[in-house]
């Protein structure tokens, strides 16, 4: 909310559409509709004519489960039939949580004015009209940047250092000025001197900068009907007065409110200069308030090629303009709006609650495991109990095969849907070349798929893609993008293209009054697709989806009940184990031999479908199989309810190597009266994929790539041969090179340039799970420009996910010019070698690739080194594939420390009522645990591992899970979850993590409440070397380090690993830490190496101190009796027990009392006795009160201890640091522990005269200029008395870091006083600045009061920016309490 500003609604006539659409009349629109319908593609899947014709999505709800929706972009306020278009936003992360348990109540002034103090520590004027009956206002604080996305923070910080440099500018050249007429005047040096260091200051507040953006106060109350919620987004200003820099009240007297966006469809913005929309829900019965503010614009993209709707530009709108959207963000911003367990679960959860007809999901990740997991688990539920077709794209991870992720390629419950681009496509959104005379995209008549859309089969061998649908629009995005659409293209894009076509569907059957299932739905769509010959079958799935003809086929089998089951296929394989979903061959063994596969269909009812009907339930099937000369099936299968089976024997033997081939044993129904011969509406198939890999003649081999087109893919399947480690591959370009200005001379710069939006926005995409945008990158024209192709080369391993052994490259091709890379392998897998031209660069690439497979094989592969234990490790080196040089080298660079969970922090709690699972009414619980981790390293960075959870989402058995990181004052320093990032630590000290694990199963957290995890940082000084030797005797005698020798093809060597020195590991290692490194074998070995780790041993024994004479023999007269010894130790207990009365409060001041005078009369002269007494009386709660009695305690002190004495002892040095004789040592100890109490009396007794002093008036008005040179001691008063100038100055001679910064703890308060005293503001503010940069752990009183005089100070400088910047950072930086999960 904006005061003074109107709120934005999309109420009745009231609709905020974003940016104002170019104002053209019909006709005009009407006349460019066929010229422009590409920019949303809705042709070639018959939706614009069946939008037209005969549905357009009313009466259907899409839930986007994205990066939240805008409701201010441009065709997102209403549907074709005037409905709200988005039916509720929602922030499913908890992102966007603010914590408002904090209840306050209003005070009324005499004029009648309400105000709060919200929770920045603002005054809060309230608007007069607001209606609160119980006068109970529920305070929170939000940072902004917290709330943006990304993009729009760093064009924030832009826009916000221009306005903080253009402040400093002007101050400088105000000190400037202040310089040069204080030089003129002659000034006094002190006054010279102070303006020197204000512009120091000046410049070094400038270098330090950091904008912390904006924070808010958000107030929430209850109006008696509905919640009520004001985020307070005034610009937060700072005004002087009286020398004292304050925040500007907040006046909200005539501010508007927001209510939630499911009641009243309310939003609001943060600013004009953010132009970022909001809206608001409340949770927790108020505790919790919700503030929703899209992670990107990548969901708004993909909400607008659903539904929207542009009635003055109809050749923009959205396949289905007349749908409503259901916005559920699941990009969570604290992760960069990277999908979390939370945000999946919850969306879950709302669309059901909602009654969504159709889920979109642009989002995915690889995974280890196939249609496994608890989101797996909770989809079911959503598509088979609660009837919601969920649509997902496939992943932009292509053109190898199975490069298909998760949910979308993982479950069979999700419509999976790949990229396609078409004709009118190029040329409407890419502005591809026509009628050139080389070579390109148009070409392709049909259409073809992006080259990055990810391939089929799943590695579980199901198809993995389910259909095609155009994979690029030219869409609405939010407001902050300062644009009114933009292009993207990926799967996130054909996705929603797919979801909008099914809504027309739907949206149809509604009208009239046909029901529908999901699988009745699923079958219509996917039979009827248009499948496109020129397209690899894996990269199409069923075709691309068309929706007039998956209409006809849903009237023409309406009559079928059948149609209204699904049918579960399941083939168990080694690779995919017993849920896998067809036949997948891909090894050299059961490629090269018959093999049989046993399937099993399970009919899939809906749970409510009476019994009756099941026991009925009996489906006469024809079995076909596409390839019956070498993949055969039962002809005939009678499917009833419970499941059946049958077997599918398959012969690849007769297949070429080096092939991949599709086929499919399909189920036709054969009722009596069927045509046998029609193959046109399968209920189910069982994909058969079979890649045969061809065996290498030699390590090396070369293959010529004649000519690759626009789009075109070229694969080779190899089995690396045995003992292969890596491979390395060179690519050369067969055309004839072309002299050019500059020389490339490793080939792959240009490429690297070229390719560089690829590859950011692919990194963005993997890190994201969602799709694009990938510009046209052509990138020039003709051969001499070169072409942009793909290397990509994968591995399949069992539980593992692809992108954990691929290599993918994108590289600039021109004749003549040579690229090299390589890549790990594992021997005998199958390995995939694609190459793929760009699908829009022009022109044909003609390549030549040669494979050279390396290896260097050790045994054992991982190397574990136990300190103490397993000092040497003796290791095997074969060379099975040729000769290798060997030279071995290994290090250490990652330092792992276990952490177990804090024992009184780990509990299980029910969450609330938004994450109740509502198919079954089950509450789901929360687990936190925390670990408190001590930081050595100012900066240190760390990465939280926590193996059992960390490096699997969707496949996860738990719901979700979630790590923060904290500083020691609970401000909160990052946000990790299943693939974490390092995260810094600024300052040393204890630092807590808290992991929080969800499910709706106790007995499943419980297994988790004592898991440790680790810690990893970089080692501390660089990386360890482990020493090699040539054997165990030589490693034993630490004899001729190192290895370095020719190994023949065929032979092996020995070779030993030692144990690295303890001294040198890094500083602060302790046992059981774990140091992780890599080692390599050969001068040439494999990317990364192997791993090679060690446990850290005990440390070893110190070496002894020599035995040296005492300082001077002790006097008999000196010997205690045990009876003096006993009073000793009893008066040592009463003393200690003092500072334990003192710490009790004023409560326990009678019985301190009562103990300090029997003590007392006893030790009147004892030291410890005095110090406990001073400390007492100096307590912060009383000592303004006792100031009198702590200089008079503080006397006491000084005058028990002999100062021309202790002088002489320290000013002679009589006993030296370094002498080692105990005697010595213990009065060293002795004396400096009187110097200590001495320092302390003095530094207490200074501090107490300058309060009395300004109690008593008696301080002086202003301050006298310092003057040249070293500072005199100050005159003692005409009555003897001390004062604090002279208390300070005999402070000044036992201390000599009195003013150094890092004594703040203890002289903070001195040393401001005495600068402040003197007017020194230049050098006032330089020392408080020091001081909390050089204390991060000062007492918390201590802290507060130093940042308020420099506050204090800024305002009297003028530097209300700073002041500003300061304050803003003290609210972030001590927040109180942990951030909510």
């Given amino acids: 909310l904006v005061p003074g500003n109107a709120l934005q609604t999309s109420h009745d006539n009231e609709v905020r559409a974003g940016p104002a659409t170019t104002s053209r009349d019909n006709s005009t629109a009407r006349g460019t509709m066929a010229d422009w319908s590409s920019v949303q593609p809705r042709v070639e899947t018959q939706a614009a004519s069946f939008a037209d014709e005969h549905a357009d999505g009313r009466g259907i709800l899409v839930a986007i489960l994205d990066t939240g929706v805008d409701p201010g972009a441009a065709g997102l306020q209403v549907t074709t039939d005037g409905q709200h278009k988005i039916v509720n936003i929602i922030d499913c992360t908890g992102s966007g949580d603010v914590d408002t348990s904090t209840v306050v109540e209003a005070t009324t002034a005499d004029d009648g004015t309400k105000t709060i103090t919200g929770l920045t520590g603002r005054t809060i004027s309230l608007n007069p009209a607001w209606v609160n009956p119980e006068n109970k206002w529920r305070v929170g604080v939000k940072r902004g940047y917290e709330l943006y996305p990304n993009p729009l923070v760093n064009r924030m910080k832009k826009e916000r250092k221009k306005v903080w440099d253009a402040k400093q500018h002007e101050i400088e050249v105000a000190l400037k000025k202040a310089e040069a007429d204080a030089k003129d005047s002659k000034a006094a040096a002190g006054v010279t001197k102070d303006l020197k260091q204000r512009l120091d200051l000046l410049a070094s507040s400038g270098k330090e900068y950091d904008d912390p953006g904006p924070v808010f106060d958000c107030i929430l109350w209850n109006d008696g009907a509905k919640w009520c919620v004001c985020v307070c987004v005034n610009d937060d200003e700072l005004v002087c007065v009286e020398g004292a820099s304050t925040h500007t009240p907040v006046d909200l007297t005539e501010a508007p409110f927001l209510t939630e966006y499911l009641v009243d469809r309310q939003y609001a913005s943060f600013g004009e200069d953010e ?732 297994r988790l409440a004592k898991m440790p995890i680790w810690i990893d940082r970089a080692a501390k000084g660089g990386s360890v070397s482990v020493p090699v030797f040539t054997n165990k005797p030589d490693a034993a005698a630490a004899k001729g380090g190192g290895l370095h020798r020719f190994l023949p093809h065929g032979s092996a060597c020995g070779m030993a690993v030692g144990e690295p020195a303890y001294d040198k590991l890094p500083k602060g290692c302790k046992q059981g830490d774990v140091l992780v490194g890599s080692v390599t074998y050969g001068k040439n070995d494999r990317p990364k190496g192997w791993r090679v780790e060690y446990v850290v041993p005990c440390a070893p024994p110190a070496d002894p101190k020599p035995a040296t004479p005492a300082a001077e023999a002790k006097a008999e007269g000196e010997e205690k009796t045990e009876m003096m010894k006993l009073d000793e130790a009893a008066r040592d207990l009463r003393v200690k027990a003092l500072a334990t009365l003192s710490a009790g409060g004023t409560a326990k001041d009678a019985d301190w009392a009562e103990l300090h005078a029997m003590l007392s009369k006893d030790w009147p002269d004892h030291l410890p006795l005095a110090k406990a007494k001073l400390a007492r009386m100096d307590r912060e709660v009383t000592r303004k009160d006792s100031l009198a009695e702590v200089v008079a305690a503080a006397d006491a002190i000084i005058d028990l201890v002999d100062t021309p004495g202790l002088a002489a002892f320290f000013g002679l040095k009589a006993v030296p640091l370094d002498d080692p004789d105990p005697a010595a040592a213990k009065l060293r100890k002795e004396k400096d522990e009187l110097k200590e109490a001495l320092v302390d009396a003095l530094a207490r007794k200074a501090r107490a005269m300058a309060d009395m002093e300004a109690s008593s008036s008696q301080a002086k008005d202003g301050a006298e200029e310092a003057k040249d040179g070293a500072e005199a001691p100050p005159p003692p008063p005409a009555d003897g008395s001390a004062t604090f100038d002279t208390s300070l100055y005999r402070l000044q001679q036992w201390e000599d870091g009195l003013k150094t910064p890092s004594n703040a703890p203890k002289y903070g308060r001195l040393v401001v006083e005495n600068l402040t005293r003197k007017a020194h503001i230049g050098a006032l503010l330089d020392y408080v600045t020091k001081a909390l940069n050089e204390n991060p752990k000062l007492d918390a009183a201590l802290d507060t009061e130093l940042r308020a005089v420099k506050v204090k100070v800024l305002g009297e400088l003028g530097w209300a920016h700073i002041a500003e910047n300061e304050k803003t950072w003290d609210i972030i930086n001590k927040p109180k309490a942990f951030a909510l999960f």
């Fill in 275 to 1006: 132009n970022l929309n909001y809206s608001v829900s409340v949770h927790s019965d108020g505790d919790v308030l919700s503030i929703c503010a899209d992670a990107g614009a990548h969901g708004t993209h993909v909400a607008g090629i659903v539904a929207a709707h542009h009635p003055d530009n109809p050749s923009h709108n959205g396949v289905a303009p007349g749908a409503q959207i259901l916005s559920l963000k699941i990009g969570d911003s604290r992760l960069g709006s990277m999908e979390s367990g939370v945000g999946l679960t919850r969306a879950l959860v709302e669309a059901v609650k909602h009654g969504a007809d159709l889920i979109n999901m642009s989002y995915g990740e690889a995974v280890c495991i196939m249609n496994s997991g608890r989101f797996k688990e909770l989809a079911d539920e959503v598509v088979h109990k609660h009837g919601i077709i969920f649509v997902a794209s496939a992943g932009n991870n292509g053109p190898a095969l199975s490069t298909v992720g998760a949910p979308g390629g993982s479950s069979t419950a999700l419509i999976s849907v790949a990229a396609m681009v078409l004709p009118s496509m190029m040329t409407t959104q890419y502005s591809v070349v026509q009628n050139s005379p080389l070579s390109s995209p148009l070409q392709h008549t049909d259409g073809l798929t992006y080259t990055w859309s990810s391939v089929g089969p799943s590695t579980d061998g199901e198809r993995g893609v389910s259909l095609m649908a155009p994979g690029g629009a030219i869409s609405p995005v939010p407001n902050w993008t300062l644009n009114k659409g933009q292009l993207m293209n990926g799967t996130s894009m054909s996705s929603p293209n797919a979801c909008g076509t099914i809504a027309l569907l739907l949206s149809k059957l509604k009208a009239e009054k046909l029901a529908y299932t999901v699988p009745r739905v699923r079958r219509a769509v996917e039979n009827a697709c248009k499948y496109v010959d020129a397209i690899h079958p894996l990269s199409q799935g069923s075709g691309l989806i068309q929706v007039a003809d998956a209409y006809e086929h849903f009237l023409k089998h309406t009559a079928e009940a059948f149609q209204d089951v699904r049918f579960d296929v399941e083939v168990p394989s080694a690779f995919a184990g017993p849920r896998g979903r067809g036949v997948y061959l891909r090894q050299a063994k059961e490629t090269n031999s018959v093999t049989s596969h046993s399937v099993t269909i399970t009919p899939g009812f809906h749970e409510d479908t009476p019994n009756k009907i099941k026991a009925d339930f009996q489906v006469p099937l024809r079995l076909v199989s596409s390839a019956p000369e070498w993949v055969t099936c039962p002809s005939k299968l009678l499917l009833m309810h419970g499941a059946r089976g049958f077997t599918i024997v398959i012969d690849p033997t007769n297949l070429a190597p080096s092939t991949c081939t599709c086929e499919t044993v399909t189920a036709y129904l054969d009722a009596e009266g069927s045509d046998p011969t029609d193959n046109s509406d399968p209920l189910f198939i069982v994909p058969v994929n079979v890649v045969k890999p061809a065996a290498p003649p030699s390590p090396t081999i070369t293959t010529a790539v004649p000519e690759l087109r626009p789009g075109a893919t070229h694969r080779q399947f190899i089995t690396p041969p045995p003992g292969t480690t890596w491979v390395e591959f060179t690519i050369r370009d067969l055309r004839t090179p072309v002299p050019v200005e500059e020389k490339d001379e490793d080939g792959t710069a240009d490429a690297n340039a070229l390719a560089a939006k690829v590859k950011a926005l692919a990194a963005e995409v993997d890190r994201l799970g969602a799709a694009g945008p990938y510009a046209d990158l052509s990138g020039g024209s003709g051969d001499v420009a070169g072409q942009l192709v793909v290397l990509h080369c994968l591995q399949l391993l069992p539980n593992t996910p692809y992108r954990d052994q691929e290599l993918q490259q994108y590289l600039r091709v021109r004749p003549g010019s040579t690229h090299k890379l390589q890549m790990a392998l594992e021997p005998a897998l199958t390995l995939e070698v694609t190459m793929a031209q760009f699908w829009s660069t022009q022109g044909n690439a003609s390549v030549e690739m040669t494979v050279d497979f390396r290896g260097v094989t050790p045994y054992p592969t991982t190397l574990s080194l136990v300190g103490n234990h397993s000092p040497v490790l003796p290791v095997t080196l074969h060379a099975t594939l040729r000769d290798e040089e060997v030279k071995p080298s290994a290090s250490l660079s990652r330092w792992w420390r276990q952490l177990a969970p804090n024992a009184d922090a780990n509990a299980i709690k029910p969450l609330g009522a938004r994450d109740v699972l509502p198919w079954n009414e089950k509450q789901c619980y929360e687990l936190v645990l925390e670990y408190t981790y001590e930081c050595e390293d100012k900066g240190e960075e760390i990465t939280v591992r926590a193996p059992l959870l960390q490096g699997i989402l969707y496949e996860s058995p738990y719901e979700a899970q979630l790590t923060m990181i904290y500083d020691g004052k609970k401000k909160l320093l990052g946000v990790t979850d299943s693939w974490p990032d390092a995260v810094k630590l600024p300052n040393k000290g204890a630092h807590t993590v808290r992991i929080q694990v969800r499910h709706d199963s106790l007995d499943q957290l419980t």
